[in-house]
């Protein structure tokens, strides 16, 4: 420690086997825990216990950091890279430093994309318990939501077989009421002692939730990239095999559980949340939730000890959370709340540095309007990771496919492109000013990048309002090369933060998602399609209208359309439909076709990974 | 410790949490484990290295000990709690034991079964671990599975839009062949250095898979209750969302992948398994494996960690291996081959006992010709599970149903029906002796046994063979209930064991089938179906004819009809049809349909289950 570099940088799984890592119980010791506030996951994972906070709770926060970047190519920009990198830097210059960052789902890991543990000497190791199953988390998330998937086609089934009668007895056999049914006898305004007090039609009212199946919105999920169950007809067979309908799979980090696991500050609040989600609606158009069901308490206990944060560690030692893993688009985008909570606390005196999703208007609006609502804590600076490559796109450089080589605008100085590009730079600046956080940019320098080039965008950085713009090369050469970046981030922290969020809670749906269009995306107002229109009037009848909002926009452009590069102007955005995840406590208006389950490409990376049987190590894991 | 017990015994979960445990440190030490042997999970749960074999292998064996039990009702007769018991008892006899079994599929625990630690006084704690997500074994075993299965689909998809030429393109980027690839190659006789050596019809045969939709026999998996996705019809959508076939899920525990889990002896036996599985065939109904698709080595990457043994604890402390979880219809029903592998050197001077699942005829059958040829060990003793109540079925008394309330004939003293069952226990004996083994009854008693019923049945086990036949009230008082039985093992261990198994695996398969029907079900002959006939001549065709057999049978009875009890005779057994698990490593005769996805039943048992919030403990678990 630190890691011994080489060049040229070897690949990263074989940079993360070569660094001798320290045993996690000593990592967890120099911040001050001891055993019996974590449980050990082998020698280089713990999950902290969460009553670690009520000890903690009278140390002040560290100062805290969040990691976004400019609107990215779709190769990305290495954000996840800068920010274990600024970690690193941070730790080189002596300060104390926590890095909280999502886990990534399999999916992508054995798909297109590898991992997601950093690269080159910026990493989260072991990289291989990064990358795969980690303690367990995801999979949890995916028991219990398809655990619910089946209570409900189950109810189905069986509200289809049974007479009131005998759905009552079924359900409460010996004529009392579960705990959690009265919360279903108070949402349906029923005051009874027990099931035979019910008048007939009270107990139909009760006991039949009467599910309408073309109302469900809860998919089944699954951790890998699957695109063959995207839309599936279920319940074939016969009588006993369910009713047919049809249903859809997505990847489990894009479930709502996902989003709520990301979202919870405690036990309690899990169980809430799990309680209020809304799967569908029964033939009324009421809303059903997983409490009326009576599954979320058995869900609660499948994602009890995924909600304690994983610790691992930076290849220079230093401390991460690695929790929780919510996709960026219709979801939330952030590693958990519960992480930071801890995390805050245990970097007292230094810093935390978190990830969001994509760029400053997505997963960054993200951070500040729906995670630091959940958690209550106050940023004090933002880092925007930008790259020469996305910049030239912005300037009107040719196409960046992933699986195709790069054009050669992007390889040679090109100072027209990159200059006519920075206006893609200014405008994610300037949505981050906006909640009042001072702005460093870091520049993810490559080899192929000028020094003309690199002053280019430092001024423009600078002029736009930030800071400071520093250049980053921590993928070569890990905390040394993320020093400056570093420094500039301690005296951005010493600036004033004056944070606000961008609207406040209580004004109507359409003012708030009309004032992300207009001031986060630059349109000039949206366009409410009518399955968009019902919904704010259905959402704000059945009170959700004091929710947060989730936008599910691309993430390749400021604007609804990933073509429009640079920064878009002249357009209203389109919302198509308004959907409400209800425990996870947002809306997310649909601003063009979310995918939430990615395909395997012609040549998935699984063709690479395999188990050396010599020595038992992961071998093609990137 | 041992556990103080109280009376009446409380329900499970609170006897469980009522246990002061030994941290799972101290059990490993105990046993002559070091730190570095283990990764802990948590403080009650431990995965043992599989390099510990290597140390230990000069260490002379335990003496191995098989729990099954006769022919079981629906509610089952207790040989989980049994077997836990045997262990407890053994160990209050001063005796160094090791308890082996599997993990129970969560599907069941939320659904109709509830828990399956063994019970009362006699389980495996923490048993909230035990039965919820473990150390996520059976959630790698169901990603493993479906990152098979997606890969199926997309290898369809990619054929069906890509030239040989951009296929080869694709899969061979760089004109050099992936190590896996070779495999195929010498598997289809071509010999090439590099891909652009292949004539034009050569690398159609390489690199086109073209596989048959309607031969897959590979379902996707989910460790839930399901029955809505057992018949589903994917790929519907888009051009871009796969190809429209039918297909549909397995619980998890039923999948080939928890068969190989079960059955590997080591990391690389893992990977050649996996490789080998085969999941459908091409359109010339030549075998398309795991490695023709290139998933293999990423599956057993998935796996690494999972096929490492869990250690946990007895009431009593003594330690024991929950590991892996097969079906016991359409798989073999037992705990894995390195759990007793290792747990035979660590009870060195001792016992290993282990349990095999549903009756002598089935589980047990099994454990000798499938499991113990995997592991070359050679068992001591059997212990055969009886209850009054099920020789009383067995003997025509009322039906018997889980969910409806049982017959007085059962709670009575009733010495004529029992008389009548007790044919299946002596049928059940003569089963396990045909084996060469010392066989012990445990009679597992009931508050409402008679003591005339149980001397009756102690009479009728020993003339037919048994060493002796003892009482068990493991549940009621643990380890001090099972320690007559534990006497009468410790005597049946000493005495001389002729194992052999019941058939050569070189013998034609229909041998093989009709060895297992007439020897252990009794049957006068099989009736091959046309589908197994075909079977018979492919997989002789093929060279599967070595593998040994995996009878998919009903437990409910000797025979394959559920609804004959006692001791069925004069009939021919009909097999259906016959699959390969070429992978796990044995073929498996279907006798009539076997479930693979259970159903949540109208009032699950998740509705129970919940978390405390002021204690943070699981309640409602049973």
Chains 1, 2 share one sequence.
């Not at 030692?317 to 688009?329: D, E, L, Q, T």
């Not at 005196?349 to 209550?376: H, N, P």
Request: aromatic fraction near 6%; charged fraction near 25%.
């Amino acid at each position: 420690m630190p890691v011994k570099r080489v060049y040229p940088v070897p690949s990263d799984i074989e940079v993360a086997q070569a660094a001798e890592l320290y045993p996690i119980i000593e990592v967890a010791k120099s911040l001050g825990l001891s055993e019996d506030d974590l449980d050990l996951y082998g020698k280089w994972k713990a999950k902290v216990h969460l009553d670690v906070l009520e000890k903690l709770k009278d140390r002040p926060n560290a100062k805290y950091v969040d990691v976004t970047a400019i609107t990215p190519t779709p190769l990305g920009e290495g954000k996840t890279v800068t920010t274990i990198g600024l970690s690193q830097g941070l730790h080189y210059l002596g300060k104390k430093v926590f890095t909280c960052i999502r886990q990534p789902s399999q999916g992508p890991t054995f798909g297109i994309k590898g991992g997601a543990a950093g690269g080159g000497y910026s990493q989260i190791v072991p990289m291989e318990d990064f990358n795969l199953h980690l303690t367990g988390d995801i999979h949890a998330v995916g028991a219990a939501n398809n655990l619910l998937a089946a209570a409900i086609d189950a109810r189905i089934l069986h509200e289809d077989t049974l007479s009131d009668e005998r759905l009552a007895r079924a359900l409460c056999p010996n004529d009392a009421f579960a705990p959690w049914m009265r919360k279903r006898l108070e949402k349906l305004g029923i005051s009874a002692e027990k099931p035979s007090d019910l008048t007939p039609e009270q107990r139909r009212r009760f006991f039949r939730l009467d599910i309408d199946p073309y109302s469900i919105t809860l998919n089944r999920v699954v951790d890998v990239n699957d695109r063959a169950v995207r839309n599936v007809i279920i319940g074939l067979g016969t009588r006993e095999d369910g009713r047919p309908r049809q249903a859809g799979f997505d990847i489990t980090v894009a479930s709502e559980v996902m989003a709520i696991l990301a979202l919870a500050s405690n036990l309690k609040d899990l169980r809430e949340r799990i309680g209020r989600m809304v799967i569908g609606t029964d033939k009324n158009r009421t809303p059903i939730t997983a409490e009326d069901l009576g599954v979320a308490g058995a869900m609660t206990v499948l994602l009890k000890d995924a909600l304690m944060p994983n610790l691992m560690q930076t290849l220079d030692g230093s401390p991460a959370f690695v929790h929780a893993g919510p996709f960026a688009n219709i979801a939330h985008g952030n590693s958990s709340v519960v992480a930071d909570m801890i995390g805050i606390k245990l970097a007292s005196g230094g810093y935390l540095v978190t990830e969001s999703g994509f760029g400053a208007d997505c997963g960054m609006e993200k951070f500040f309007d729906i995670k630091c609502r959940a958690s209550g804590l106050i940023p004090n600076c933002v880092v925007i990771v930008a790259s020469i490559r996305a910049l030239k796109m912005h300037g009107g450089g040719p196409r960046v496919v992933a699986g195709i080589p790069l054009d050669p605008a992007y390889k040679e100085e090109n100072l027209e492109l990159l200059e006519k590009g920075l206006c893609n730079l200014e405008a994610n600046i300037k949505i981050a000013l906006r909640f009042g956080i001072p702005v460093v940019v870091a520049i993810n320098r490559f080899n192929t990048d000028t020094q003309a080039e690199i002053e280019m965008v430092k001024k423009a950085a600078v002029a736009a309002g930030a800071e400071a713009a520093c250049v980053s090369e921590v993928w070569a050469r890990g905390g040394e090369g993320g020093a400056e970046l570093a420094e500039a981030v301690v005296a951005a922290c010493e600036k004033p933060s004056n944070f606000r969020y961008l609207y406040p809670l209580d004004i109507p749906i359409k003012d708030k998602i009309e004032t992300i269009a207009t001031q986060i995306y630059g349109a000039d107002g949206v366009d409410f399609e009518p399955a968009a229109r019902d919904k704010l009037k259905l959402y704000t009848d059945l009170g959700y209208d004091k929710l947060p909002i989730n936008m599910a926009k691309t993430h390749l452009s400021l604007s609804h359309d990933p073509a429009w590069k640079g920064v878009p102007r002249n357009y209203r955005l389109p919302v198509r439909d308004i959907r409400a995840s209800v425990g996870a406590g947002f809306l997310y208006p649909l601003c063009g076709t979310m995918r939430t389950m990615p395909g395997l490409p012609s040549r998935p990376v699984f063709m690479d990974i395999d188990i050396d049987l010599e020595t038992g190590k992961v071998v093609g894991l990137s």
